[in-house]
């Protein structure tokens, strides 16, 4: 269904009609910035290799120099064409370095660019299935949720139900520690992977991957509605 | 070279400052004074009034003055509709349209009042550029700020009155920013920062990461309806409900009138100042006579402060920073003058705030740096801001669903797919709204756009991808391409309670019509201070200890008479909108008193040549 674009190779700078590659950000000829019609991915954009343990603290200077390079307060005197390319630029950077800074988002781009995204893409976790993984523990807190909206129907004091809330996140917790525990050594494993891996090497990371997501999406989601239950007192 | 600057356009009060030989420098009147208040009257020939001026007539006239705008910017009639009992002008409007303020037969939209503002700031600055010796002393670009927490309908509308003031608008800027610039400026610090700034009329609190010059904010929150305005009216209200307590007590009956709340407001302001040196202060008004104990104020205005607080630790576990991690706390705004404020600020960061530049001025300070920034290229300093709330489209069941999450830097995009629900749909309807909460209702109305010229295609396979755009301003733009034939569509933007280019571009016109008007009140206003100025010097001529002696040595018969008609003359017509007699008189006064200045003037040279004092002659 995804409808995959020509991967570009090179793009054409606006000001002078001469050719760049992808990645660079000013022309190599007349020296100006190049609008966003072409670039490659965050990982690229940044100059970072694609992979999920990243030097955050390189990844922040990165980002600094680059703003210092883009941003439409240097460009306000240039012509129309370089504002725009100014504007695109320093947004695509600042949606990048958003992206890439945090390790869960950064993980969640990787499948999308791996083209493993399509059930794992946020809010679409909502009303899924229950990963089998978890049935266990989802079935035993449905329970508790239900006595625990039955006793405060009842009114009874607000000290049992919540500590009976505390007690059945618990195991949850403990689930998503284990999860985020397997989330980083799936991430090692895919940094070690070499780049001339065999694809089915490293299709089968990246599915790995995309389940621990859609597992650890589900438990966000329990573990919202748990705040909930405790936030809405009566 | 026309000049830039940078202007605070604040609640209470607003000034202008640019940047010279790299300082920047706040621009002030020939007193000395730098605030201009953001009051706006309308006198009954239609003319207006801004400042000081306006400020006046707020007890006079209220009915036809108008203070704390920037409170209706981008506000629709229905926004405002609890508190239009209160106030002492006309509020109309269309819902879901902007609102109107109507003063005398005159109706205005806020971003004409506040352009009125920003045409007397523009005109102040022009001034001092012309005495300085400016060849071109025009000033036709500005950086404006606007409070960290506004939306995008009060920045649109904040833009506007920009355009139609007659200035280009190079840059929006949040104040608190705005002021981490100018202290950054001196420091060099590196550093988390937090900015508190408590206006007038809002609250924002903002947590910037200070380094090699490039100062980015990590997270901000306030609140748009949370100033010293409040704390002004709680306190009229207090005095209020006493006296109508009173007279339903059968004492001498008190009526609520504008005249009246004015002259309250007026004196509960006093005290409150006062309170902030003084431990205790007396409001005498209207009939109400009490003491205040500063103990007893801060109790009051405690809630106040209290919601601040919890602003700054959202802001903090935003910007994912604990409270004893921030290097430097920064305070801004003319309410963090109450000592209250200063305290619990320190408390909640655990290290003193600095203040040591006026908290009135440092954000006008700040943006005045940020115009020379755009305009020379200095890559020294960078500011990078965030937007101050998630940007989200309307989806079934009258969902959000967030586009770009709040504390984003900005410039950013996000992007949506649409699609078509029934076969042959040629236009999509889509609802942007900002805010945090998850039903649609409860958050801000930005515009509603209708994408048009979808070709016609089965249900379900266009696929529209809406692109949202929010520059660095803050504010929004969106572009829309069908994907399946490249086709880009056009988008028409209904913003919801802001202004169309078409109504803005008349707007300036109609500025333009009234201008003879406003120069006309403008000139009287000068022709009646220079008469006051007058009249101030020749009484104090006349009262003085020596003037016996004057009138009797040095005077000619009569001289006496003619001046103390001539003073009589022109007090009688400075009350008058006749600028040419108030002219001919304050030239008459000026003429017969010359000879008397004179006198006096070589009476007191000769008392200093002799050593002597005037009083021993």
Redesign the interface.
């Given at each position: 269904m995804n409808?995959e674009p020509l991967v570009p190779t090179v793009q054409i700078c606006r000001t002078c009609g001469g050719g760049a590659p992808v990645d660079v950000h000013f022309c190599p000829q007349c020296t100006r910035i190049l609008t966003l019609g072409r670039h490659g991915d965050y990982f690229a954009f940044l100059g970072v290799p694609r992979k999920l343990n990243l030097d955050l603290a390189d990844l922040e200077q990165r980002f600094?120099t680059m703003?210092?390079q883009f941003?439409?307060?240097?460009f306000?005197?240039a012509s129309l064409a370089e504002r725009r390319a100014s504007?695109e630029r320093?947004?695509?950077l600042?949606?990048a370095?958003?992206t890439l800074k945090h390790p869960i988002d950064r993980i969640e781009y990787l499948l999308s660019l791996e083209g493993a995204d399509r059930q794992s893409a946020r809010?679409a976790s909502g009303g899924q299935e229950v990963p089998a993984s978890l049935l266990e523990e989802v079935f035993a807190l449905n329970e508790e949720l239900d006595e625990v909206r039955d006793l405060k129907s009842r009114g009874a004091p607000e000290q049992d139900w919540k500590s009976r809330l505390e007690r059945a996140r618990e195991p949850i917790d403990a689930k998503q520690a284990q999860h985020e525990a397997e989330l980083r050594e799936l991430s090692t494993q895919w940094d070690a992977l070499a780049d001339d891996a065999a694809a089915s090497e490293r299709r089968a990371v990246i599915e790995a991957l995309r389940g621990r997501m859609l597992e650890r999406n589900y438990i966000s989601n329990l573990l919202a509605g748990i705040e909930k239950e405790m936030a809405q007192g009566l | 070279m026309s000049r830039v600057v940078g202007i605070d356009l604040g609640t209470t009060n607003s000034l202008v400052a640019y940047v010279s030989e790299n300082r920047p420098v706040v621009i002030r009147d020939k007193n000395g004074d730098a605030l201009v208040p953001s009051v706006v009257s309308v006198s009954a020939d239609g003319a207006t009034l801004v400042g000081h001026e306006a400020m006046r007539r707020l007890l006079t006239e209220p009915d036809r003055t108008i203070y704390s705008v920037k409170r209706f910017m981008g506000k629709g009639v229905e926004d405002v509709q609890d508190v239009a009992g209160l106030l002492p002008f006309r509020i109309s409007g269309t819902p879901g349209g902007v609102v109107r303020l109507g003063l005398g037969d005159r109706e205005f939209t806020p971003p004409e009042i506040s352009a009125l503002i920003l045409r007397e700031l523009k005109h102040r600055a022009e001034e001092f550029f012309a005495a300085e010796g400016d060849i071109d002393p025009e000033v036709d670009r500005a950086v404006i700020t606007v409070p960290a927490y506004f939306n995008d309908a009060q920045r649109t509308a904040t833009r506007d009155a920009g355009r139609i003031a007659g200035l280009e608008v190079?840059?929006i800027i949040n104040e608190p920013t705005a002021a981490s610039l100018a202290y950054g400026l001196d420091k060099r610090h590196a550093g988390l920062i937090a900015v508190y700034d408590l206006g007038g009329g809002t609250f924002d609190i903002s947590i910037l990461k200070v380094?090699?010059g490039?100062f980015q904010v990590l997270s901000t929150n306030g609140d748009t309806h949370l100033g010293g305005d409040d704390i002004d009216a709680l306190l009229t209200e207090r005095v209020l409900d006493h006296l109508e307590s009173e007279t339903s007590a059968g004492r001498a009956g008190f009526a609520r009138t504008h005249v009246a709340i004015q002259e309250i407001r007026k004196a509960v302001i006093q005290a409150k100042w006062d309170l902030s040196d003084a431990d205790e202060t007396e409001i005498n008004v209207a009939g109400y006579r009490s003491r205040l104990a500063r103990d007893e104020f801060e109790v009051l205005i405690r809630p106040f402060v209290e919601r601040t607080l919890e602003s700054c630790r959202r802001a903090l576990h935003d910007a994912d920073v604990k409270p004893s991690e921030i290097d430097e706390v920064v305070l801004v705004g003319g309410s963090t003058r109450i000592p209250t404020v200063r305290r619990l600020v320190g408390e909640l960061f655990g290290r003193k705030p600095h203040c040591e530049l006026n908290p009135d001025e440092v954000v006008a300070l700040g943006a005045a740096l940020?115009a020379d920034?755009?305009?020379t290229?200095n890559?020294e300093m960078?500011?990078?801001d965030v937007t101050p709330l998630s940007l989200g489209i309307e989806t079934m069941g009258g969902v959000t669903?967030k586009i770009i999450l709040r504390n984003?830097?900005?410039?950013?995009?996000g992007s949506e797919m649409f699609t078509t629900a029934v076969d042959n749909q040629t236009a999509v309807d889509i609802h942007v709204v900002q805010g945090e909460r998850e039903l649609v209702e409860d958050n801000r109305s930005l515009a509603r756009f209708k994408l048009r010229g979808i070709p016609p295609m089965p249900a379900g396979m266009p696929r529209l991808q809406v692109q949202f755009?929010i520059?660095?301003n803050g504010i929004l733009s969106a572009t829309a391409t069908e994907?399946r034939t490249n086709i880009e569509q056009t988008i028409e933007v209904k913003p919801s309670y802001g202004l169309t280019d078409d109504e803005v571009e008349l707007m300036l016109l109609d500025s333009f019509e009234h201008a003879e008007a406003d120069m006309e009140a403008r000139l009287l206003i000068d022709a009646r201070n220079e008469a006051e100025s007058v009249i101030a010097a020749t009484e104090k001529s006349l009262r003085s200890p020596e003037f016996a002696e004057v009138a009797t040595h040095d005077l000619s018969p009569g001289e006496q008479k003619k001046i103390e008609q001539a003073l009589v003359g022109l007090r009688h017509v400075l009350s008058s909108s006749d600028r040419a007699a108030i002219q001919q008189w304050t030239e008459v006064l000026n003429q017969t008193t010359q000879h008397l200045a004179e006198v006096i003037m070589n009476r007191s040279v000769k008392a200093a040549l002799s050593g002597k004092n005037v009083d021993e002659l």
């Open positions: 409808t600094r703003s210092r941003h439409p307060d240097y306000h005197n504007l320093s947004s695509y600042n949606d370095y958003r809010g | 190079l840059r380094e090699d490039i940020q920034i755009l305009i290229g890559r960078l500011l990078l669903s984003s830097t900005i410039p950013a995009t755009q520059d660095a994907l």
